[in-house]
């Protein structure tokens, strides 16, 4: 097979295309035929030597997300894949290369409106946001979140599945140009935070409630801010009655 393999420490430079193996699937294991592949930061990150492969994934091959055909299966395979099956998934390396391996339950069917170049871009960024908003910080149907660099993958992707719950969304970016473009996405207040306060700003979009979620993508020095935005609830209330903690942010 094809792979891109990193060859030593630096940017594009460091990468080939080189012949391989194709990897066997062993156990519960799916090999899947590569139609596209994601190229996210950890990628780059890896290029340089700052993100290596944990223990199991190929160490030289980059690639967390991929989306292609079933073409093989191990022999304890027992879920309803079967050889041929559109699929697609997330990896923890290796996907940029015509074959990957995956656990089978970590092999998810393209739905039917998504061609694989659409279903590739999805893994990533997607499984981080909805874990982030739902999960984590389980997010409500109506309820007021803000996200912290919106023009990211991640940041897009959480603004999307927010308005898809009928959320009220805020967004933060340094860059208004990515702000007007997150509104295709479903964005109702974009906050440019190279000339706005964003904490003072949500809560003037708010009616000086604040949010009920915040996703920050950026740490550091947004904290005090972050606990500004967010909207109190009453402690007792939380503790007797509420599953979810007083204050949420992820």
Same mark, same amino acid.
């Given at each position: ?16 295309? /080189? ?6 699937? %062993? ?13 996210? =930061? ?26 292609? $055909? ?14 041929? &099956? ?17 656990? $089978? %339950? ?24 909805? &874990? ?5 910080? /389980?997010?409500?149907?109506?309820? /007021? ?28 970016? /340094? ?5 007007? =473009? ?22 003037? %979009? ?5 949010? &009920? ?19 109190? %609830? ?17």
């Amino acid at each position: 097979m094809k792979a891109i393999v990193i060859t030593g420490i630096g940017g594009p430079e460091v990468l080939e295309i /080189r012949e391989l193996p194709a990897p066997e699937p %062993r156990g519960d294991q799916v090999r899947i035929r590569v139609r596209a592949c994601g190229l996210n =930061r950890a990628d780059l990150l890896q290029c340089h030597g700052m993100y290596p492969a944990p223990p199991g994934a190929p160490a030289d091959i980059p690639g967390l997300e991929y989306a292609g $055909e079933v073409d093989a299966l191990g022999p304890d395979v027992t879920g309803p894949l079967k050889v041929g &099956d559109p699929v697609f998934g997330i990896v923890a390396g290796g996907g940029q290369a015509e074959y990957v391996l995956s656990h $089978e %339950r970590l092999v998810v069917p393209i739905p039917s409106n998504l061609d694989f170049v659409e279903a590739a871009a999805i893994p990533e960024a997607f499984i981080t946001a909805h &874990d982030a908003l739902l999960t984590q910080g /389980r997010l409500a149907p109506g309820e /007021r979140v803000l996200v912290h660099a919106a023009g990211g993958g991640v940041g897009t992707a959480a603004v999307q599945i927010a308005h898809a719950m009928g959320c009220i969304t805020l967004a933060t970016s /340094r860059t208004a140009a990515k702000l007007e =473009r997150t509104k295709l996405l479903g964005l109702d207040h974009g906050i440019d935070t190279s000339h706005e306060d964003f904490a003072a700003t949500v809560r003037a %979009r708010t009616d000086g409630v604040g949010v &009920d979620v915040l996703i920050d993508l950026l740490g550091g020095s947004m904290l005090a801010g972050n606990l500004a935005a967010l909207a109190p %609830r009453d402690a007792w209330s939380w503790w007797a009655c509420s599953p979810a903690p007083a204050r949420r942010s992820t």
